[in-house]
Each structure stands twice: as structure tokens, then as C-alpha cells.
């Protein structure tokens, strides 16, 4: 599997605090199955230890850690980037904070508030930049989950839908975000699963198999496409393979990294 939204580098955002932690994380999310673990801090005003000229220098103490006790795991460089941070980053600032710093494709935090212009603004800056955005977890985004046609636009105008595995597995699919995730991943508008994880212990865990496992029972052999065959074209910047199809429901849509 690949996770392409994980905090794992330590003490420079709300993820690890510690190079143990860190490896903590990381040996979890390989015991669950996941063979390339992306870091993706926030790169947002709030967290100014995180910058990202040192994004790989830093993956790369990681991993080094992780090869000298043979954890099979790759840690590949990324960012949640702000929508804020996005409207001011130059273009080079973009590139090293998009996924394996190949300037393609870029995860653009979904804020927690209402969306605003502003967001909208951002999500068009980086289209016209050449950079395909990866929505993170909108499905917990009030004004998704009031207006579900307001994020069915975006990705018709090219954006990816990451979910969170956490979504997923919320009892019931009472809360709002498990609601919307599911009604996304039955319609064919979720591209990417990954954990978001920020800790080994019980608060954010690296649990994506379940998510995946969780996402099949809703879309067959949707959540597997998304840990593989789609996570892998994303890190590689390349047009999406086909999805299996949503029983019931037109085929999926798919994103491009320039729009029409």
C-alpha cells in the first residue's frame, strides 16, 4: 500500500515529537501493510518549523533510521500545503512541497472551516501552474457535507479527492464525514485513501488497511485501487488508471494536472 498523507517527520508540526516517535509511526504503518509512507507536514503559518528546503534532508534521517533496523518502508517527501501559504508560495516552494518533490501533484489541506473564495483561489493558482491537486479530506469540510454538489464541481474542474481512512470507519456512518465519504466513494469521486496518521498510539494511528478494507465494503475494490494503482500514479504524476466501477452509478471522474 501507499499513504499519501501521513505526519511522520518528528518535531516540526503536530505529528511526532520525536525521532523515536517518528520511527514509531512508521514501523506501525509498515506492520499494517503500507510500503511507501509519503510526509506530508503543514506547511502553514502556524508551524513555522517546517520548511520546505529541508523536506528532504529530513525524509532522509527517517529513513535512514528505518533501513539501519531493516523496517521495509520507503519515506517519500511531500506537504499538506494551507490554502494561504499556497496563494504566496513561489514556484519552486511548490515543487518541493509536491509529492516526491517531482512538481506534479500537490495535496492541498481542506480547511475545517467554511469554504471561502479564497480556497477556490488557491486550488486555481496551483491548476494554472501546471500542479494536479489532491483535495486532503474534505469529506470533514461543513460545506462539502452540506453542499456535496460544491465538491462534485471541483473535481469536474480537475481537484482528486483524498479520504481519510479514519472517515471510514466511524460507527454507523452517523457522523457527517462518514456519511459523505461513503456517498463519494459509491459515486466514483474518491481517488486517494490515506491515513493521515500522527502517531502510533491510539490518536491517529497508521490504520489504512481498514480504511481499505472498510472502502471495498462500500465500492468493491475501490479501496485497494486507491492504495495502489492510483496512489502510485499520483506520486509519479501520471493520468489515473481506470477505477473499478461504482455498482450503480456512472463511471468515475478523474483528474488532470492542467485544466481544459
Sequence with gaps: MIDLHAHVLPGIDDGPATTEESVDLARAAAGDGTRTLVATPHLRHDYPNVRVEELADRCAEVRGQLRAEETP????????????????????????????????????????????????????????????????????????????????????????????????????????????AARLLERGLAHALASDAHTAASWRRPDLSRGVAAADRIAPGIGTWMVTDSAAAILAGEPLPRAPSPRGTRPPLFGRRTPD
Design 73 to 180: 518502508i520507503e519515506i517519500v517527501p511531500g506537504g499538506e500545503i494551507d490554502f494561504e501559504w499556497a496563494q504566496n508560495a513561489t514556484a519552486e516552494e511548490l515543487r518541493l512541497a509536491s509529492y516526491g518533490q517531482g512538481g506534479t501533484d500537490v495535496l492541498l489541506e481542506t480547511p475545517y472551516a467554511p469554504v471561502t473564495p479564497a480556497f477556490d483561489g488557491a486550488l486555481f493558482r496551483l491548476a494554472s501552474m501546471g500542479f494536479r491537486v489532491l483535495l486532503a479530506h474534505p469529506e470533514r469540510n461543513p460545506t462539502f457535507q452540506q453542499d456535496r454538489g460544491r465538491l462534485e464541481a471541483l473535481v469536474r474542474r480537475g481537484a482528486l479527492v483524498q479520504l481519510t481512512a479514519g472517515s471510514l470507519l466511524e460507527t454507523g456512518r452517523r457522523r457527517p464525514s462518514a456519511r459523505l
